[in-house]
């Protein structure tokens, strides 16, 4: 842990001295305490680490580092001294005895309370869940903002995020599209990235934006922003559906695969209308082009007349369950009623009494 409570209650932050100061401490032995546990800490101070406490005996404490490697508390100090360069009133591993919780950075802002996460190691799924939720259950806000060392990208406009890390996703009141933020504090930079849609379990397309540390602010990192749908991006992603056939395919892409081999159904020559972005794609858990195919040659084609509620009906097993996997994510736009509006803007679909009518 980078910081310490002395017998008088001042917290002492290692990594914000000198070497020099870090190892006066260390020689004449001051006592240290952790702010949760009390129990007595020691210093490490060496030439290739940043100075920190670490507990002196191995007990179970809420604030013992778990995996936090070097790289992670540069990050850490780097976002505590951009936050209150800014004004912030910014706390640094703040714990919250409600929930049991320590947060990297703790800002109160008015009435509002944020907790922001740096997260550069692996974590999982079930943890990312407990601990957003634990934030939320006492009215805080969570913000994740992952380490560089975790971008993988995907062309010029996209990122490859596992199942895992589309977890980190959020999406604020004015937000259109959900955003993840990277921070790499060896090059000092931030890279926001605002998804549009997913092409695949994994690859995503939307809108890369690098800030330099000095040039961001944190009302900026957040603040909403629109895209373009149609960027080159896409435009390769959905040739390389049509024109590419993967080796393996497993669970729903082999399933999808299948139903348009036994439909005599070929990718490449698929009608214009599939593959189109759509905002809220990520509430829907197969590729866009897989749910587009579905409702257009399936649903579509096999139904004279429909209702609202058949085609939710229909559509229902190929959508997320927001609420339970996404709670930093709002539904906001529905991809397959902006979808469905483009059939009835281009009088493909006739809209009466309540009633869709396909116009063949």
């Known amino acids: 842990m980078l910081q310490a409570m002395t017998k008088t209650g001042k917290y002492v932050t290692l990594a914000l001295l000198s070497r020099d100061e870090a190892q006066w401490y260390q020689k004449r032995k001051t006592p240290f305490y952790c702010p949760v546990c009390k129990g007595r800490l020691i210093i490490k101070v060496g030439s290739e680490i940043i100075p920190h406490f670490a507990h002196k005996s191995l007990i179970s404490c809420p604030n013992q580092a778990n995996g936090e490697g070097a790289y992670h508390e540069r990050g850490k100090l780097s976002l505590f001294a951009w936050l209150k360069n800014q004004g912030y009133d910014v706390q640094m591993e703040y714990y919250l005895p409600s929930i049991k919780q320590r947060s990297d950075l703790f800002i109160s802002l008015n009435s509002k309370k944020i907790a922001i996460e740096y997260q550069c190691a692996t974590i999982s799924m079930k943890e990312i869940l407990s601990r957003t939720k634990g934030y939320q259950s006492i009215n805080i806000i969570p913000i994740w903002i992952l380490g560089g060392n975790r971008m993988k990208r995907l062309g010029k406009q996209g990122l490859y995020l596992t199942q895992t890390e589309q977890q980190f996703l959020h999406q604020f009141r004015k937000d259109q599209q959900p955003k993840v933020i990277f921070y790499c504090p060896d090059t000092n930079q931030f890279a926001r990235y605002d998804m549009m849609c997913l092409s695949g379990q994994s690859r995503t397309v939307g809108q890369l934006q690098f800030l330099h540390l000095k040039n961001a602010t944190f009302a900026r990192l957040i603040q909403p922003r629109n895209i ?13 559906f049509r024109l590419y056939l993967p080796k393996r395919v497993y669970g729903q892409e082999r399933q999808f695969r299948e139903w348009l081999y ?62 339970s996997q996404f709670p930093m994510l709002k539904r906001g736009t529905d991809p397959v009623l902006t979808y469905l509006k483009y059939f009835v803007l281009l009088d493909k679909i006739d809209f009466l009494n309540f009633k869709f009518k396909l116009v063949t």
């Open 262 to 323: 036994l439909n005599q159904l070929i990718p490449y020559l698929l009608s214009g209308w599939i593959g189109l972005p759509v905002p809220g794609q990520w509430t829907m858990n197969v590729p866009i082009w897989t749910w587009q195919t579905y409702l257009c040659y399936d649903f579509f084609n096999r139904q004279g007349h429909f209702t609202m509620k058949q085609l939710q009906s229909y559509i229902q097993p190929f959508r997320k369950n927001i609420t």
């Open 228 to 240: 373009n749908a149609f960027s080159t991006q896409w435009l390769l992603e959905k040739k390389r």
